[in-house]
């Protein structure tokens, strides 16, 4: 039973490569997606290692000096010490994905679908400030807000259009500010990492398309990075060493859930417990104050690849 939920959203600061099972492609190393849906996603286990690391390495933090918090937290599965992490987080979700526009040079995009789980997800932790009325009419989309700076004009008495990438879609305008998706993006804003770029443009460049359009945006508009390896003593290529790798790009925003509970006792009867035993509340609070604003998540670490801002937020003490 857990005690305690929390949210963490993450805005992507560069390109990211959290890697997925090969697959019969042109791309050498895709990315994680979702098996029903196609959706790119960052799996508990990649984004609960990351954390790990970042808390270990947080040079600013008193948490990362201490090692019995940080196996409260993450759990350890070693040969003098196993028990059972006090937290637990899930999949990183996709809520906006960054498509190419020819208007406001790109578009935060979204689906229906989306939204709909988002909404109850965020009733599982308690973040019940969400509408959960995302009930989009399919004739209203694609749906942009009424301050979009994605608009094209073809002519004085032509529909509103929007080109994301190579398609022309006529698009439906909001009307006022207490829409659904105005009201929507002006309640997630407060939750986002600290983000000048998001502050300013999510409101004016966000974009609602069907979600067979997202799916095949998702699939087709990742980054795709071409790589080869070098020979030292020969300063060319080597044989067989072109390889590519699919990448979530900067922009795209994600949330994951975190349910904590009280620390654990080890298995292992001959070691040292972990007494004083933490309540779920100072669990969580180490968690918030241990977290760093800016981590890295996936590989290529060391070509700058995988950094987020992330934001922990608090919507209720939610039994689960």
Do not use: W
């Not at 359009?213 to 290529?237: C, H, Q, W, Y």
Request: aromatic residues 8%.
């Amino acid at each position: 039973m857990y005690e305690i939920t929390r949210t963490m959203f993450l805005s992507v600061l560069t390109p990211l490569h959290a890697g997925g099972s090969t697959r019969l492609s042109i791309i050498d190393q895709p990315i994680q997606r979702e098996g029903h849906t196609g959706f790119p996603k960052i799996e508990a286990s990649s984004l609960k290692g990351s954390i790990r690391h970042a808390f270990e390495n947080n040079a600013d933090g008193a948490i990362s000096k201490d090692s019995i918090t940080i196996t409260q937290i993450f759990g350890a599965d070693d040969q003098d010490k196993i028990v059972a992490s006090a937290a637990s987080f899930s999949d990183a979700r996709l809520l906006f994905f960054p498509v190419r526009s020819a208007k406001g040079v790109f578009a935060f995009v979204t689906c229906p679908m989306v939204l709909k789980r988002f909404a109850d997800d965020m009733n599982i932790v308690g973040m019940d400030d969400f509408s959960r009325d995302f009930n989009f009419q399919p004739d209203k989309l694609p749906l942009v807000t009424p301050n979009s700076k994605l608009l094209i004009k073809k002519s004085a008495d032509s529909p509103d259009a929007v080109i994301l990438e190579e398609f022309l879609y006529n698009v439906s305008v909001e009307k006022g500010e207490a829409s659904i998706l105005t009201s929507f993006i002006n309640k997630l804003l407060r939750y986002l990492p600290e983000n000048e770029l998001l502050k300013s443009m999510l409101p004016q460049n966000t974009i609602v398309v069907s979600d067979e359009d997202f799916a095949d945006f998702v699939r087709l508009s990742t980054e795709v990075i071409t790589r080869i390896k070098i020979e030292n003593d020969t300063g060319i290529v080597k044989d067989g060493a072109l390889f590519n790798e699919e990448y979530l790009p900067s922009e795209s925003i994600l949330y994951s859930l975190i349910f904590i509970t009280s620390s654990r006792q080890p298995k292992n009867s001959n070691v040292e417990t972990l007494e004083p035993k933490k309540e779920a509340a100072q669990i969580a609070k180490e968690i918030e104050d241990g977290m760093p604003t800016i981590f890295q998540v996936g590989a290529n670490m060391t070509l700058g690849k995988g950094f987020v801002a992330c934001n922990i937020v608090s919507g209720g003490e939610r039994h689960v």
